[in-house]
């Protein structure tokens, strides 16, 4: 099993771990709060206890609700596909277009996106939209995100692409496999859906829920919001107003038309904003104690129910993206991006135990000339049959790749050149005599293959490439048969 594998089960662990921590630990500190708080006045539990906690789980929820879209956006960051396909020179658009509109759509984002470091180029689901400049202001972020000490930001921005849509942006940086930085990539959700939560959250607890700037003007607020945009504005609030963008947190008191207004605000540094939760004093004890112990519950279900949803979300995306990378779709075989793991283990095994190490390189013969007689999809099908046919041919031991379109690779651990040349000839002998059927039609093809062993000073690249040549030889001469690399392996 490659590195990267463990790593990634490694990192779930220790999510997944922290993820109980951090929520076992709220719920038992909201517990021993909950527990001395219901002994003291109702003004001194709106104030000092009942408001910072509602602001505390609201909070929690921001940032659990934020969780999937920095999710994927991180597993953009980390996805081979994007990588190789700008290390290989950033050529066929289509391939990033159609990649950034299939996380749209399946993860429901508002929008995705990759920008290019080197080419300064802004990729879109609807295509390459511009080149990002220094000079524009609306490309301002991006350069703000190279200098960036964190891998990731959250930001709320205009969507250009959207009509300028205010939009919640994950902007996270992508590096190659040497950890050279080559761009930025991430989704955006809609502010809209933060404001429905908005709403939720004041149904479910009963509490004024907004969002100031630090120039005190509100930035998200609910539909039943009434007070003023500016909350320097609002009554009995505007001579204390300073007191909010002065801390990361405040708790204060004021007085509106006669009633005493309770206010907690904490500074969300993801949104650069004041999160706002107001209560107005109510006479009511019981109804409050009733209030917090149902809210203690919830927060101990959701404890649960998270944990458990998070860890079965990271376990499907964690299966899906461990295919992806390593399988090819369509003959069901390993492709390329796992062929340097595999590599690099068999090459380990042989130097380490004096073993031979052989590759095979296979080309379908004038495979095009199926695909003009017969369609794509039969060429598909004698794709899927070859594949097949190779499987049950070569030992378990044995590793194959689809190498690109008709080409495939197979890895011979313990295997001199002799037996690779024996056992491709073996391949060569069966594809000539095997018959595909498409849509009752026999299609027959030969084989041409090349043949090279691992010498004690190869890489991986110098394997390959005697073993292409062999393949290239082999056609020279004929097609339909099997070339080893002239070398001085045995």
Same mark, same amino acid.
């Given at each position: 099993?490659?590195?990267?594998?463990?790593?990634?089960?490694?990192?779930?662990?220790?999510?997944?771990?922290?993820?109980?921590?951090? #929520?076992?630990? =709220?719920?038992?500190?909201?517990?021993?709060?909950?527990?001395?708080?219901?002994?003291?006045?109702?003004?001194?539990? +709106?104030?000092?206890?009942?408001?910072?906690? $509602? !602001?505390?789980?609201?909070?929690?929820?921001?940032? *659990?609700?934020?969780?999937?879209?920095?999710? @994927? !956006?991180?597993?953009?960051?980390?996805?081979?596909?994007?990588?190789?396909?700008?290390?290989?020179?950033?050529?066929?658009?289509?391939?990033?277009?159609?990649?950034?509109?299939?996380?749209?759509?399946?993860?429901?984002?508002?929008?995705?996106?990759?920008?290019?470091?080197?080419?300064?180029?802004?990729?879109?689901?609807?295509?390459?939209?511009?080149?990002?400049?220094?000079?524009?202001?609306?490309?301002?972020?991006?350069? *703000?995100?190279?200098?960036?000490?964190?891998?990731?930001?959250?930001?709320?921005?205009?969507?250009?692409?959207?009509?300028?849509?205010?939009?919640?942006? /994950?902007?996270?940086? @992508?590096?190659?496999?040497?950890?050279?930085?080559?761009?930025?990539?991430?989704?955006?959700?809609?502010?809209? =859906?933060?404001?429905?939560?908005?709403? !939720?959250?004041?149904?479910?607890?009963?509490?004024?829920?907004?969002?100031?700037?630090?120039?005190? #003007?509100?930035?998200?607020?609910?539909? &039943?919001?009434?007070?003023?945009?500016? /909350?320097?504005?609002?009554?009995?609030?505007?001579?204390?107003?300073?007191?909010?963008?002065?801390?990361?947190?405040?708790?204060? &008191?004021?007085?509106?038309?006669?009633? $005493?207004?309770?206010?907690?605000?904490?500074?969300?540094?993801?949104?650069?904003?004041?999160?706002?939760?107001?209560?107005?004093?109510?006479?009511?004890?019981?109804?409050?104690?009733?209030?917090? /112990?149902?809210?203690?519950?919830?927060?101990?279900?959701?404890?649960?129910?998270?944990?458990?949803?998070?860890?079965? @979300?990271?376990?499907?995306?964690?299966?899906?993206?461990?295919?992806?990378?390593?399988?090819?779709?369509? $003959?069901?075989?390993?492709?390329?991006?796992?062929?340097?793991?595999?590599?690099?283990?068999? =090459?380990?095994?042989?130097? *380490?135990?004096? #073993?031979?190490?052989? +590759?095979?390189?296979?080309?379908?013969?004038?495979?095009?000339?199926?695909?003009?007689?017969?369609?794509?999809?039969?060429?598909?099908?004698?794709?899927?049959?070859?594949?097949?046919?190779?499987?049950?041919?070569?030992?378990?031991?044995?590793?194959?790749?689809?190498?690109?379109?008709?080409?495939?690779? /197979? #890895?011979?651990?313990?295997?001199?050149?002799?037996?690779?040349?024996?056992?491709?000839?073996?391949?060569?002998?069966?594809?000539?005599?095997?018959?595909?059927?498409?849509?009752?039609?026999?299609?027959?093809?030969?084989?041409?293959?090349?043949?090279?062993?691992?010498?004690?000073?190869?890489?991986?690249?110098?394997?390959?490439?005697?073993?292409?040549?062999?393949?290239?030889?082999?056609?020279?001469?004929?097609?339909?048969?099997?070339?080893?690399?002239?070398? &001085?392996?045995?």
């Amino acid at each position: 099993m490659p590195k990267s594998d463990f790593s990634m089960r490694d990192q779930k662990c220790r999510f997944i771990a922290l993820l109980s921590a951090l #929520l076992i630990s =709220s719920f038992l500190f909201i517990s021993l709060v909950s527990y001395f708080s219901a002994h003291k006045s109702i003004a001194a539990q +709106v104030e000092k206890t009942t408001l910072p906690l $509602t !602001s505390d789980n609201i909070y929690s929820e921001i940032q *659990r609700d934020l969780l999937k879209p920095i999710f @994927i !956006s991180s597993m953009m960051a980390t996805d081979t596909f994007v990588r190789d396909w700008v290390i290989n020179g950033e050529n066929k658009h289509e391939e990033i277009i159609h990649y950034l509109k299939e996380i749209k759509e399946s993860h429901g984002a508002l929008t995705s996106f990759f920008i290019s470091e080197k080419t300064k180029t802004y990729y879109h689901p609807n295509g390459v939209l511009r080149k990002v400049k220094k000079s524009n202001k609306n490309d301002a972020w991006y350069f *703000r995100v190279n200098d960036l000490a964190a891998d990731y930001e959250v930001n709320v921005d205009a969507d250009m692409a959207y009509k300028a849509k205010l939009t919640i942006f /994950i902007n996270h940086k @992508i590096f190659d496999y040497s950890g050279g930085y080559i761009g930025v990539i991430g989704v955006g959700l809609p502010v809209d =859906s933060v404001q429905t939560l908005i709403e !939720s959250y004041k149904e479910r607890y009963g509490r004024e829920v907004f969002f100031i700037d630090k120039e005190g #003007l509100v930035k998200l607020h609910g539909a &039943s919001y009434n007070e003023p945009k500016d /909350i320097r504005k609002i009554e009995g609030l505007s001579a204390i107003a300073s007191q909010i963008s002065s801390s990361q947190n405040s708790a204060i &008191s004021y007085k509106n038309n006669g009633k $005493t207004i309770y206010l907690n605000s904490r500074f969300i540094p993801e949104f650069n904003w004041y999160l706002i939760v107001a209560q107005q004093k109510s006479e009511d004890e019981t109804r409050i104690q009733n209030i917090l /112990i149902t809210n203690l519950l919830v927060s101990l279900a959701a404890s649960i129910i998270i944990i458990f949803l998070v860890s079965i @979300i990271i376990s499907g995306y964690q299966k899906r993206l461990e295919a992806m990378a390593t399988t090819d779709k369509l $003959t069901g075989t390993a492709n390329r991006q796992i062929f340097n793991a595999l590599f690099k283990q068999a =090459s380990t095994h042989s130097k *380490r135990n004096k #073993l031979p190490l052989s +590759v095979i390189m296979l080309d379908i013969d004038y495979f095009k000339k199926i695909n003009d007689e017969h369609g794509h999809p039969a060429g598909d099908q004698v794709l899927k049959e070859f594949s097949e046919t190779i499987k049950r041919i070569i030992r378990e031991s044995d590793s194959i790749f689809r190498w690109g379109g008709e080409e495939f690779l /197979i #890895l011979l651990p313990d295997s001199n050149i002799k037996a690779a040349h024996k056992l491709a000839d073996k391949i060569r002998l069966t594809v000539e005599n095997m018959t595909a059927t498409f849509s009752g039609k026999p299609i027959t093809t030969t084989i041409s293959a090349g043949v090279a062993g691992i010498t004690d000073t190869d890489t991986a690249d110098d394997l390959i490439l005697r073993a292409d040549k062999a393949l290239y030889t082999a056609k020279e001469n004929g097609r339909n048969r099997v070339e080893s690399a002239v070398s &001085s392996e045995t």
